[in-house]
């Protein structure tokens, strides 16, 4: 028998082992519902690992440049809209394996509106000075909690929760994905950056604000946006946003890197439904050594824009640091 | 046609498929579960842009060929019960006693090159059909289904020895 004859005759000599159709036909009913049941716990998840993935950077205290890159948390717009607007602090830190205390690099607010469309995450300039102290140095002081509350007073809003993430996050997740492509070059209307797939080591390096590549800190920050931006893309197109399998397993990989979650998980789920129906916008105010100018001339309209939960508005005007 | 109407027809069918192209019936089944799961959900997609029995061939496919080999996605989707997947050996103690050589062997060929002899040497489709199925050239085709008969050749004249 040539081996072709043999090959035709094992498949045939099998097929009697071929499961039964029926009871998979009941299974194939189940799962489907299944999956649209957990659509909004897939959303939670979706918002917990799109946050821990933009994650942030390694900086030392003294780097005077000031919004160090920010990890956003991108929780998902919901369809059916969230009674009230939802906001996530998002604090990124650049604790490295084996030292004991770690800086805040990042303070992003993360703001999902009533509104479906858009999610903002709104970069603060780390040195900026709040309550008489930098957000670096109240985060050295008094760790997330006394962060949140000085970014409360500052905006004049409540967090549902805080999310506090390392570049051991940010490296896990990427991995995890297999790398992801971004463009994440100088300002992207200057020049056609190029766009290579990060691995999780090349995205905390290039991200980091040691990186040595000469970028300020917005353009970090713009760049930790378009990298979000690009996992977010990424997880919608493979599926991942949609399978529940899927997200728990990411959020494990997250997880089991060090992600910290303060806040009821089951609120970030309100506000999603699937990652794809909402646009990401980024706000980065430009970085000054000095916020003051910033304070009286961007901060109180963005910060009534996010209270009355008008940011559509407000990003909409032609502006420099908004990029979506 | 109907998501329902499809299902009935095709799932027997695609049953058979996945068993020769995993070699177990548990991950057979498991595979054809989440690619009617994802068809049912994409249904209205996928009927519009694309022909389902074309989408559910190459899903399933990639699906396999991806299994275990460093795509987590896969890997998570496929085994969301861990208790209730059985391992390959299962199904050797099913058998005959008369061992199956060949079977096994199917079992220890790169995955690319056992679906192109299922497509080939059981689904009976030509080249060019192989070739859309498995995203790649009608020549890869050829050179994969070459390598691997040479292989099963070789495999099964040193074991008759």
Redesign the interface.
Known sequence: MSVEEDLRATFVRHEAATPAADPLRNKIKAAVVRRKRRRAIISTAAAVLVVAAAVPIAASVSHRDSPTTESLLAAPVTAAAPATALNVLLIGTDRTPGVASARADSVTIVHVPVDPGATYLITLPRDGVVGGRTLAETFRAGGAPATRAAVSRLAGIKFNATIIVDPATLSAVTDAVDGVKACLGRRVEQNLPACPTFDGAGIVKRLGARSGLGYTGYERDLNSQRYLRSLAEKLTADGTLTDPAALRALVGVADHSGLKIDGDLSVLARAAQSLNAAEIVGVVAPSLTSTDSHHERVYPALFAALRTDDLATWTAAPRAYVER | MTYEEF??SR??AL??YA??LTGD?ST??DL??ET???L??NWRRVARTDTPDGYVRRMLTNQFIDLRR????R???LR?EPDSSFPAAH?HA?ESAER?Q??EL?GTLPRRQRAA??LR??EDLPDADIAEVLGCAVGTVRSSISRA?ST??TT?VEAAR
């Open positions: 299902v009935d799932l027997p049953l058979r068993l020769m019936r057979a089944e054809v579960q009617m799961v994802r049912q959900l460093g795509s987590w996605l890997r998570v989707l969301p199904d099913q199956d060949m079977w199917l002899l299922v040497y059981y008969l099963l050749r099964l």
